[in-house]
């Protein structure tokens, strides 16, 4: 299944999207092996697991993972954890296949309203940049660093596991994996470099939309 619409409102039982591009097209940034054991073993682990933790609860079978985050207190708690981290890891890597592409040199900037907002809310696109990589240096462990949307307002944000900004009612509409598992084979413990280089990946057009998208919620 291939779907590249945030508002895609896939329920139980979830099923792992196709990437919207080839394993080895975010080469020489990401390489193909980290983004095959990522997407094909790591999110559907998550996927797997949100199943098998759904698979009794008719009701909640009916709600998006979005749904699902965002009321995690209507979850019983024997599967609360179990639905906030595969939910989330769902979620998040959905997301995250989104707002990458192959490197494309025209299209490596934000337009219109996004960079207005990012000029906004930090002043520059390189100051935004140089605050979110900081930020996700910080972030102590795995865990990923997010630019939200609340109500058309910028943020940056870092997230523990797999935890979303969802839970928070903040819409992500950019995000960056650290766990190891996203760079180690390439970049070792260089978590530096992997994000100085993620930013030649980022799919603006993917953001701007979703920045679009959270001024209508
Ligand atoms: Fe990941």
Do not use: C
Not at 82 to 108: C, D, I, S, Y
Not at 115 to 137: C, D, R
Not at 206 to 211: A, D, H, M, T, Y
């Amino acid at each position: 299944m291939n779907f590249t619409n945030f508002s895609f409102k896939e329920v139980y039982m979830f099923t792992l999207p196709d990437l919207p591009y080839a394993y080895n097209s975010l080469e020489p940034y990401i390489d193909e092996a980290t983004m095959r054991i990522h997407h094909d073993k790591h999110h559907a682990a998550y996927i797997k697991n949100l199943n098998e933790a759904l698979a009794n609860q008719d009701k909640l079978q009916m709600l998006t993972v979005e749904e699902l985050l965002q009321n995690l207190s209507r979850v019983p708690e024997t599967i609360r954890t179990k639905v906030r981290n595969h939910g989330g890891g769902h979620a998040n890597h959905t997301l995250f296949w989104q707002v990458m592409a192959p490197p494309e040199p025209n299209a490596a900037a934000p337009a219109g309203d996004l960079i207005k907002a990012i000029n906004v809310t930090f002043g520059s696109l390189l100051t935004f940049q140089e605050k979110f990589t900081s930020i996700t240096m910080g972030r102590f462990g795995s865990g990923w660093a997010w630019l939200v949307s609340v109500s058309g307002k910028l943020e940056i944000v870092d997230t523990p596991n797999q935890d979303t900004p969802l839970l928070e009612h903040k819409t992500p509409i950019l995000g960056l994996d650290v766990w190891e598992h996203a760079y180690y084979l390439k970049y070792q413990n260089l978590r530096a470099d992997y994000i100085k280089q993620w930013w030649n990946v980022i799919n603006w057009r993917e953001v701007e939309k979703r920045f679009a998208q959270s001024l209508v919620k």
